[in-house]
């Protein structure tokens, strides 16, 4: 097992690895811009290093700062989180050759599915169903047509390169073609600095389901269920739950049975997730995410699996500590994400949290890194807490969502727990009736 890990990331992503590491009894490392020197995770950390001013640019983003870093404080791994480099399959590659093990998949799997075609190639190689659309890239408005007629309207345009829905048009029908292609490809060309776009046939209204796999370097690869994270706004997401209220288990163990699959054709390893646009009772492959997720913990509470203690020990060596047949979906979780945004318009609140008290009791988890008297800089995300609640079924984890949501006490700032109240009073979200678009479709009713 390591014995010292750096742990590449900030705020309530890297207290939860340091927190991994702790239970293991690894030493960890935290690294920090200059304003981040009083987080929560450098405080708890065995030793920190200041990797660079504020803008993640010049700090969380910065390989050779965080390099520097590594071989400054001897460690044997380094963890990524979410975001910043965690899918950076340059950096990946970069810390291996400095004998620091990268808790992740390799960057020969990292960069198959940073590239959007080839991903959907590959997947659809093994077995996983995709969206009806263009072989590869599409090239001229002309052909865009001929494809269309092919798998009737509506269709999408995406980025080849792309990621959270920028570079996407839609186009109705064949007059809307060749502004709907133009528009794709500019968006693209302004956001990824690659104008290639692909299409398929357009969804209307699916929901968003992922499958949480895990795979050891020794061929055993296991799914842990799915999670539902349709509601969500401007491609954040802001509630997820496990199972989704969509699903049977039937459909569940078809799908997690042919994930598996190609998982292990694949050759992957580490955690990993296979987000999936789900209508009419049929899964099309979206997207392949090669890290942990913010979400792992709605998985982690109907499984009892510690998924980052799994990554940890899969990443120096050890055997999956569990089969398939061990894996049982326990009753039901839901993950809140309270932001320091206004609850209305979602615009970011950083500021001083003047007072603080979080929700206990059972089945109840806070995921944090805010304390009374932090303050939230404007630098970064505006995650503030990740309340996940646990319960027997459904019902009464909706309702022990309602009874914490009424505990949580933040000010100084503006939060989405005034909205998370809402939510769990709606009749559509008591239902589960709902896909990736209710929320914006009904914020202002709610
Ligand atoms: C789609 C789609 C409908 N049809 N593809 C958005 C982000 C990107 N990763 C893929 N996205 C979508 N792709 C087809 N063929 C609708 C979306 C989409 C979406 C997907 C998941 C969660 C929220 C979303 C919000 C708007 C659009």
Not at 112 to 137: H, L, N, Q, Y
């Amino acid at each position: 097992m390591f014995k010292k890990i750096l742990i590449a990331n900030r705020g309530d992503i890297a207290v939860r690895v340091l927190r991994a590491c702790k239970e293991i009894g690894i030493s960890t490392v935290a690294v920090h811009s200059e304003i981040d020197s009083n987080l929560m995770n450098v405080l708890l950390a065995d030793e920190s290093v200041c990797i660079g001013p504020n803008r993640a640019m010049d700090s969380y983003l910065n390989i050779s700062a965080i390099l520097s870093a590594a071989e400054l404080t001897r460690v044997d791994a380094l963890h990524p989180g979410v975001g910043f480099l965690s899918e950076n399959s340059k950096f990946a590659k970069i810390v291996g050759e400095h004998n620091v093990k990268f808790i992740g998949p390799s960057p020969e799997h990292i960069s198959m599915m940073g590239d959007k075609i080839i991903a959907k190639k590959t997947i659809f190689e093994f077995g996983i169903p995709i969206i009806p659309g263009s072989k590869g890239e599409v090239i001229s408005v002309q052909q865009s047509i001929e494809i269309a007629k092919d798998i009737g309207y509506p269709v999408i345009f995406k980025a080849t390169n792309g990621g959270g829905g920028k570079g996407m048009k839609i186009a109705n029908n064949e007059d809307e073609i060749a502004n709907a292609f133009s528009m794709a490809k500019g968006e693209a060309k302004t956001n990824f600095n690659d104008d290639n776009v692909y299409m398929e046939k357009y969804l209307a209204n699916p929901r968003h389901i992922e499958i949480q796999i895990i795979a050891d370097n020794y061929g055993n690869v296991v799914y842990l269920g799915e999670r539902d994270c349709s509601i969500q706004r401007n491609h954040q997401k802001l509630l997820e739950e496990s199972p989704s209220p969509a699903l049977s288990k039937k459909d569940r163990e078809k799908i997690g049975k042919i994930v598996v699959n190609a998982i292990s054709k694949m050759g992957y390893v580490g955690v990993g997730t296979i987000e999936f646009l789900y209508e009419n009772n049929e899964f099309f492959f979206m997207e392949m995410n090669t890290r942990i997720q913010v979400e792992h913990s709605v998985t982690e509470m109907v499984t009892g699996i510690d998924i980052v203690k799994e990554q940890i020990r899969i990443a120096a060596g050890e055997k999956l500590s569990f089969s398939q047949s061990d894996v049982k979906i326990n009753g039901h979780a839901i993950e809140f994400r309270i932001n320091a945004e206004d609850p209305q318009t979602f615009i970011p609140t950083p500021g001083m949290i003047t007072e603080l008290y979080f929700p206990g009791g059972i089945g109840v988890r806070i995921d944090s890194h805010v304390y009374r008297g932090y303050k939230i800089p404007q630098y970064y995300d505006s995650l503030v807490a990740k309340l996940i609640v646990h319960g027997k079924d459904r019902e009464e984890c909706l309702a022990r969502g309602e009874r914490a949501l009424s505990e949580i006490v933040i000010e100084g700032i503006s939060t989405t727990t005034e909205l998370h109240k809402k939510l769990v009073q709606n009749k559509e979200v008591i239902n589960g009736d709902y896909n990736i678009h209710w929320l914006e479709r009904n914020l202002k009713n709610l």
